[in-house]
């Protein structure tokens, strides 16, 4: 099995992405969002508040798709 290590030399896993490799909150928002809706770095940076959230407030069930084009 082949596994990556970290600069500290531990096998890397998710969890030690998120806790040592991403920072900022920034960072593991983004890494958040790319990784649980599939989308590219540069369409989770081009989200707007409208494609998160109604109107009302309320998060929204799914995101606006607006950056795609099929």
């Given at each position: 099995m082949n596994q990556r290590a970290t600069?500290?030399?531990k096998p890397a896993t998710s969890q030690t992405t998120l806790s040592e490799g991403l920072q900022s909150d920034r960072d593991r928002t983004l890494f958040g969002v790319c990784l649980y809706t599939a989308c590219r770095i540069a369409e989770a940076c081009s989200l707007m508040?409208?494609?998160i959230y109604?109107?009302?407030g309320a998060v929204r069930s799914t995101i606006n798709e607006r950056f795609r084009q099929h």
């Open positions: 600069a500290a030399g508040v409208k494609d109604t109107n009302s």
